[in-house]
Every structure is written in C-alpha cells, then in structure tokens.
C-alpha cells in the first residue's frame, strides 16, 4: 500500500464526462469487458469487435469518435453503457498511474471536479479498486458510494 494515501482519498463521480472526452484515449478491454457489453448492446461478441473494438498493439480498446469522445458517450454526455461500463471506466480514477503519487492525484484533480470531493475510500478499499482480481460485482459496490 501507498503511505501517501494511509487516510484514504475522496471521491464521487459527478457525471461531468470529462474521462469520456477527446483527445483520444485508450479504454482497454478484458474478455470479460466483452462479453459484457456485447451481450448488453444484443451482438455476438465478434459483431461487437468489429464493429467498436480496435486494436492498438496486441491489446484491444474501445474506438473513439472522430473528436476523441468515448464511443459510448451520448449527446446529453452520458455513458450509453453505464451499467456495463468497462472496468477501467468503473474504477477511475482509482488507477495506478492516479494514484502513485499525490501529485499524480491532484494532476487528475484539475480535470475531475468530483476527486477530492464526495466520500471517503480507505487504503483497503483504493487497493481492492487496483486490484485487477477484484471481482466486479465488488468493485460495483464499492465504487457507488452513496
């Protein structure tokens, strides 16, 4: 665990869809992140990688629209796919690179108005939130803080 953040950090997403828009970034997807979100949009899960999915290297991401925003971010600024969102979506900003350092955390800080805010996550619960075996159903409910 990262001593810097023994106290736990504050944070709640306020919808403001900042993560979700250009320049163009990259949402990684599990097999699970698949399946998910092809079940959820009604594809075949190669229907839904032909048609969403690009490959950068060896890993696959989620391809952007032509001004950098999420795929899946609606014209009111939504996530078309929130109940399914990616893990790397579910989880921000509680993220290695984000967390590393409090000068990463205040970094995100200037372009997400909810970190810093909201409720308090604990050490154990921002180290769950990193872990990548976190299953997700855990993850849902820890990272939806009322």
């Not at 403001?16 to 949009?41: F, I, K, M």
């Not at 690009?54 to 925003?69: E, I, M, Q, S």
């Not at 796919?81 to 509680?94: E, G, M, N």
Request: overall charge positive; glycine content about 6%; aromatic content about 10%.
């Amino acid at each position: 665990m990262s001593a810097w953040y023994r106290d736990g950090l504050r944070f709640r997403c306020t919808q403001c869809s900042h993560c979700c828009t250009g320049p163009q970034g990259y949402v990684w997807l599990s097999p699970e992140d698949q399946q998910r979100v092809a079940n959820h949009l009604g594809l075949e899960v190669g229907a839904f990688l032909k048609r969403y999915v690009r490959l950068v290297g060896r890993l696959l991401c989620l391809v952007d629209k032509p001004n950098g925003d999420c795929i899946f971010l609606s014209e009111d600024k939504r996530c078309s796919i929130h109940a399914v969102k990616p893990r790397q979506c579910l989880t921000f900003p509680f993220w290695p690179r984000l967390t590393e350092t409090p000068a990463a955390w205040e970094d995100v800080a200037e372009t997400c108005p909810g970190v810093g805010k909201g409720p308090l996550y604990t050490a154990s619960e921002i180290e769950k939130a990193l872990d990548r075996d976190t299953p997700r159903d855990e993850l849902w409910k820890l990272l939806s803080k009322p």
